[in-house]
């Protein structure tokens, strides 16, 4: 059985660094392109971006490009998404998603999410 | 342009037929992809490679469409079918994807 498993919700101050992560299981992770996928309060989806494991091709969305960084753990089937320094426009629902397999494709198995609240 | 554009709203009774359009530029030589949101959950896909049902998803979900505008049908509404719904598509060079605004389901 495929699973995502997102780390707990984060308060955070502007200016602070984050790294939230994404446990896998249940298949091959280097295979499956997987990204994150931003729910701002009440607004609709963004994708943040999309990495392939097996050869660390990462491709952001032009709005978040130099922004966050997407990596992953292949050891441990995780992938992460950090800030270096947050901003009050990061508050928003957090969405690790898998993606399709060589190619990128839809986004057919989702995480619970992960909700970052950042305070100015 | 890589964005899609998708009605805000759509509103049927049950047992009725509810068509929500997605329209972009990219689509015409891009795969589109449909989700559906309900409150405090997680996304889910209904449709993968424009017309192709997600294991598990009801046959009364359906996709089509061709060139710019594609279409996502549901045939005899539910009540449990009231929710957010989204396209996804790649962008023209398949570098980032991109979502639609999403349309609010309504069943009267």
Known sequence: EVQLVQSGPEVKKAGESLRISCQTSGYTFNSYWIGWVRQMPGKGLECVGIFYPDDSDSRYSPSFQGQVTIS????????????????????????????????IGGFDFWGQGTMVTVSS | SSELTQPPSVSVSPGQTARITCSGAVLSNQYTYWYQQKPGQAPVMLIYKDN????????????????????????????????????????????????????????L
């Open chain 1, 72 to 103: 992953v753990d292949k050891s441990i089937n995780s992938a992460f998404l950090e800030w270096n320094s947050l901003k009050a426009s990061d508050t928003a629902m957090y969405f690790c998603v898998r993606g399709g397999f060589i190619t």
């Open chain 2, 52 to 107: 192709k049902r997600s294991s598990g998803i009801p046959e009364r979900f359906s996709g089509s469409g061709s060139g710019t505008t594609v279409t996502l049908t549901i045939s005899g509404v539910q009540a449990e079918d009231e929710a957010d719904y989204y396209c996804q598509s790649g962008d023209s060079t398949d570098t980032f994807q991109v979502f639609g605004g999403g349309t609010r389901l309504t069943v």
